[in-house]
């Protein structure tokens, strides 16, 4: 299937700090680019998502990026705090117009 | 609303064994999935159907098949259980990818031993 390639795997901020994560993926025809967060024992939930016809889209401290052009998207969260700590995972829709092909996701940890 | 539900919640099993994993929505979804979860693999796709009456295979078919009961219900099978199925399933639905997001059920815990 169509790759999604998520970076970095795990990530390490300071309360306070930014944290940036960012996937890229391989099909032209996307158009879907949902971001999901997992605390530990949990079901992914969805956090933002972002449509090709936008190139930027914000809730509160989070927000996205997409760069059609050179097919890659990013999540950034700013001003962390220690309840962000979670695993996040990207996703872009795939050719079938009903599956998503999902990054391997990001752990982010936030230290006080 | 309940939302997507699942059961067993977690199950242990014999190599062998074979099982059916649950899985409910009250959306009123078309479209509706079956994932597992690995560590550092994702989230991979198993099945999924699109529609009530159809099905198709996704990233990790081998070993499981599925029904789409109705609109609200699908189910996995796992016929002869294997070690290497071993993980944690994810059912979801949804409108379709292209259309909106996926919302997650629980999750089920599955050894197989």
């Known amino acids: 299937g169509e790759n999604v390639e998520q970076h970095p795997s795990t990530l390490s901020v300071q309360e306070g700090d930014s944290a940036v994560i960012k996937c890229t993926y391989s099909?032209?025809?996307?158009?879907?680019f949902p971001w999901y967060k997992q605390e530990l024992g949990k079901r992914p939930q969805l956090i933002i998502d972002?449509?090709?016809?936008?190139g930027e889209k914000k809730d509160q401290r989070i927000a996205v990026t997409l760069n059609k052009t050179a097919k890659h998207f990013s999540l950034h969260i700013t001003e962390t705090q220690p309840e962000d700590s979670a695993v996040y995972f990207c996703a872009a829709d795939s050719n079938s117009g009903y599956a998503l092909n999902f990054g391997k996701g990001t752990s982010l940890l936030v230290t006080p | 609303n309940a939302g997507v539900t699942q059961t067993p919640k977690f199950q242990v099993l014999k190599t062998g064994q074979s099982m059916t994993l649950q899985c409910a929505q009250d959306m009123n979804h078309n479209s509706m999935y079956w994932y597992r979860q690995d560590p550092g693999m994702g989230l991979r796709l198993i099945y999924y159907?699109?529609?009530?009456?159809?099905?198709d295979k996704g990233e990790v078919p081998n070993g499981y098949n599925v029904s789409r009961l109705n609109k609200r219900e699908f189910s996995l099978r796992l016929e002869s259980a294997a070690p290497s199925q071993t993980s944690v399933y994810f059912c979801?639905?949804?409108?379709?990818?292209?259309?909106?997001?996926?919302?997650f059920g629980p999750g089920t815990r599955l050894l197989v031993l």
């Open positions: 979801a639905s949804g409108l379709g990818a292209s259309q909106g997001t996926q919302y």
């Open positions: 159907s699109a529609s009530e009456g159809t099905t």
């Open positions: 972002i449509r090709s016809n936008v």
């Open positions: 099909d032209s025809a996307s158009n879907y």
